[in-house]
């Protein structure tokens, strides 16, 4: 079965330093990995996705993020913060070689930036 | 162009009374999902459909839920006899191509908010 863990339910950055949000996946088979934010009393929006091209990947706003096989790790990153990230952030798995594409979600991370 | 949209917005209910929330996709996507999100908790998939055909409905907790898509355009997902646990926030999401395509981004409704007293 397919799973992400979120290591921070909770990270807060000043802002202009870097973001730093943890994900874990574990899954059976060459995954599609997605993080998306939610902002509040907002929908949920795509920030970047892992298909099994490049191993470093580029979404909106300054986010990227790295898949790492050896270390099971889709870890998002961005080098400096805005008072605009602050949201809750979601690491997503999806077993795409099963024929769907349904979304396995962690926990979520909320993303506070100090002034 | 318009989202995904959902109504209500927000359901507050009596248990052991039906709901009925629906969800229309953009124009023209072929998928379509449901999810439920609890509070402090991501969402959790309920079922999907391609066109009309319900393809998957294994995250559905009981048999108190369903959903239906007759025409492969607008869905409803329909919760019988609710309970409090039934609480949470329903979300639904469509893409534009099924999921052997290479376009299956899922954007998501804002979703509805049911309260059950």
């Known amino acids: 079965a397919q799973s992400v863990t979120q290591l921070d339910s909770h990270v807060s950055v000043s802002e202009g330093t870097p973001v730093l949000l943890r994900c874990n996946y574990s899954?059976?088979?060459?995954?599609?990995l997605f993080w998306y934010v939610q902002h509040p009393n907002k929908g949920l929006q795509l920030l970047l996705k892992?298909?099994?091209?490049?191993?470093l990947v580029k979404g909106i706003n300054g986010f990227e993020a790295e898949f790492k096989k050896s270390e099971t790790s889709f870890h998002l990153t961005k080098p400096s913060a805005h008072m605009s990230d602050a949201a809750e952030y979601f690491c997503?798995?999806?077993?795409?070689?099963?024929?769907?594409?349904?979304?396995?979600f962690g926990t979520g991370t909320r993303l506070t930036i100090i002034p | 162009g318009a989202g995904v949209s959902q109504s209500p917005r927000y359901k507050v209910t009596k248990r052991g009374q039906d709901v009925a929330l629906r969800c229309d996709p953009i124009?023209?996507?072929?998928?379509l999902y449901w999810y439920r999100q609890a509070l402090g908790q991501g969402p959790e998939f309920l079922t999907y459909?391609?066109?009309?055909?319900?393809?998957?409905k294994s995250g559905l907790p009981n048999d108190r839920f369903s959903a239906e898509r007759p025409e492969g355009s607008i869905s409803t997902l329909t919760i019988q006899r609710t309970e409090q646990r039934d609480s949470a926030m329903y979300r639904c999401?469509?893409?534009?191509?099924?999921?052997?395509?290479?376009?299956?981004?899922?954007?998501f409704g804002p979703g509805t908010r049911l309260t059950v007293l």
């Open positions: 999401a469509s893409s534009l191509v099924g999921p052997a395509g290479g376009n299956n981004e899922q954007f």
């Open positions: 899954s059976s088979y060459s995954p599609s």
């Open positions: 892992y298909t099994s091209a490049a191993t």
């Open positions: 997503v798995v999806s077993d795409s070689n099963f024929g769907n594409e349904k979304l396995t």
């Open positions: 124009s023209g996507h072929v998928s």
């Open positions: 459909f391609n066109y009309e055909a319900q393809q998957d």
